[in-house]
């Protein structure tokens, strides 16, 4: 039986997309080898780090209080600095900072109204 061996990516619908991906390759960033899209590469995850495939409830708050039916969780090395980063390019935070044994998570509303959760692996 074959069989999913990973994500293979996130794709969104986005009124200015170029706009949007220059707002997180300047504020976040995010590896700029492309006006269109990012690669992450498997070697810049840190050790802890990986990536999660979840299906939330349909009536789930947890993605509040964006009106998407998603969420992008992105890994970071500096949570406190990139929180402070997205603020200063008018993003809006959204809620307090968590901390698990983990990881640190906290929680942004980027231009396009999408809420990004951003986890700093232990």
Known sequence: MGKV???GGVFFKSKDPKALLAWYQ???????DSAEYVAF?????PKNG??????????????????????FNLVV?????VLSQVVEGGATLA?????????RFGWFLDPD?????LWEPV
Request: glycine letters at 12%; charged letters at 20%; a negative charge.
């Open 26 to 32: 300047r504020w976040l960033g995010v590896p700029g």
């Open 113 to 117: 109204g999408n809420k990004v959760e």
């Open 50 to 71: 990986c990536s999660v495939w979840s299906p939330f409830s349909a009536d789930t708050g947890y993605f509040a209080p964006s009106s998407q039916s998603f969420m």
């Open 77 to 81: 090395d500096n949570l406190d600095e």
């Open 95 to 103: 809620g307090d900072v968590a901390s698990y044994d983990y990881g």
């Open 5 to 7: 061996l990973g994500l």
């Open 41 to 45: 590469k498997p070697e810049t995850m």
